[in-house]
């Protein structure tokens, strides 16, 4: 593992800092994170400018191999996404771009590849993820919705839930079982369409305080072309391949460095009882703990870039970032609301300091411990998979 930057690597650092400074300005007042881009049209329009200064330069394709414009070296990647974290800009798909456009490079047939990269690198197409059902979450296999082969399309029918951004997409990547009588495992597809195609019906799920990310998705006698990605039959491979991708995600880790600068700098200049936060020895503690912590998260996702790279990555490997991601991000804003006290529980308020970032980020970051499979399930694969202990009855 060499965590060294080549000449190339440095120059391109340095222009994806500028780029993205540039782009914070535009930034619409409050954005923060995932919700900003999903819940209101400001939002997502922002993200959608970003995606395409990104993709003029070429970077939603970054580290694509050769023959597909991108550099091949996944570090170029989480350099990027540095950048983008550091300054807190949207514009990166993270279903589109982080999760479906590996998994087609890894799985997918020459077709879907001619047909769907250009589509995420030209960062006008967004997508969602249609997997979680009803009755079908951690135990994704239990999915219900089917996808029937008439010809060379498919009629799919069943619902779908939490499907973040689902009332933005254009298309959807999801699972669907396309044999009732088959192998367990054996009997899904994984398709992709477009999210506009009748009987396709978008029902919200609100923030109790009212933001809109999540949705309920009814699908109706959806007829769509047959785009799979893998074999028919064999979507289940191709949802692990993704899962890999999804719960690795590097962004959500290397997002924290310019948090906790906000928070340091908060703590040398806010005084109470006339003495700045900055001296009183359990926040300093505190802090210090969890900058140590994200230096740790820094080095992991290097790790997970070094591991993609040589094509090594695993599940276990990819649940292992995700839980210390995870739990980073809700230790992090737990400390937050703690400095802050009752000024950390409120936005867009003259009384919200570091621009409601606590408040955000105390409402946002505890669903990462959930979502992409929930952190008890990532424990049980690495103590079954990775460790080899016994399966519990
Ligand atoms: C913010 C957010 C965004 C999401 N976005 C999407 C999306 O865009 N697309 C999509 O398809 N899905 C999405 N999801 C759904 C997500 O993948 C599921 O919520 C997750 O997989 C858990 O499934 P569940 O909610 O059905 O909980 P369940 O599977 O019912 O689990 C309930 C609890 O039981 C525990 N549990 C279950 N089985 C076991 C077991 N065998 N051993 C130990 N503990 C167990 C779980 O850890 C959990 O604590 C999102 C979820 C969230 C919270």
Not at 163 to 168: D, E, L, M, Q, Y
Request: charged residues 25%.
């Amino acid at each position: 593992m060499d965590f060294g930057f080549t000449e190339e690597q440095k120059k391109r650092r340095q222009e994806f800092y500028k780029v993205c400074a540039e782009l914070e300005k535009y930034k619409p007042r409050g954005f923060y994170g995932l919700e900003s881009i999903y819940d209101t049209d400001e939002g997502w329009q922002y993200h959608l400018y970003c995606a395409k200064e990104f993709a003029k330069r070429g970077w939603l394709s970054l580290a694509w191999p050769a023959e597909y414009d991108g550099t091949g070296n996944m570090m170029d990647r989480v350099l990027f996404a540095e950048a983008r974290g550091y300054h807190g800009v949207p514009g990166v798909d993270i279903f589109g771009v982080q999760m479906l456009a590996p998994t087609i490079l890894a799985c997918g047939s020459e077709e879907i590849k001619r047909e769907f990269l250009p589509m995420i690198a030209s960062g006008e197409v967004q997508f969602c993820e249609l997997w979680s059902e009803p009755n079908a979450g951690s135990d994704l296999a239990a999915l219900t919705s089917t996808s029937i082969r008439q010809g060379n399309e498919f009629v799919i029918n069943g619902q779908k839930i939490w499907t973040t951004g689902a009332h933005r997409a254009h298309w959807s990547f999801g699972v669907y079982k396309d044999d009732i009588n088959g192998t367990p495992h054996h009997n899904m597809s994984f398709l992709l369409f477009d999210m506009k195609v009748p009987g396709i019906t978008i029902r919200p799920i609100k923030y109790m305080n009212n933001m809109h990310l999540y949705n309920e998705v009814f699908l109706d006698n959806v007829r769509v072309p047959a785009k799979i990605v893998g074999q028919e039959h064999e979507g289940w491979m191709v949802v692990n391949t993704l899962a890999a991708f999804e719960r690795s995600n590097i962004d959500a880790v290397v997002s924290m460095q310019r948090l906790l600068e906000d928070a340091v700098n908060y703590c040398n200049t806010t005084k109470q009882d006339g003495v700045p936060l900055a001296r009183n020895p359990l926040i300093r503690s505190r802090l210090a703990k969890i900058a140590g912590e994200i230096e740790a998260s820094r080095t992991l996702a290097y790790r997970v870039a070094d591991l993609q790279n040589r094509g090594e990555l695993t599940l276990m490997d990819a649940g292992a970032v995700k839980i210390f991601s995870s739990e980073l991000l809700e230790r992090f804003a737990s400390l937050m609301t703690d400095i802050l006290g009752p000024y950390g529980q409120v936005k867009l308020s003259r009384w919200a300091v570091m621009d409601g970032l606590c408040e955000r980020s105390y409402q946002e970051h505890f669903v990462g411990s959930i979502s992409m499979g929930t952190n008890e399930i990532q424990r049980n694969l690495i103590a079954w998979r990775g460790l080899g202990l016994p399966r519990m009855k």
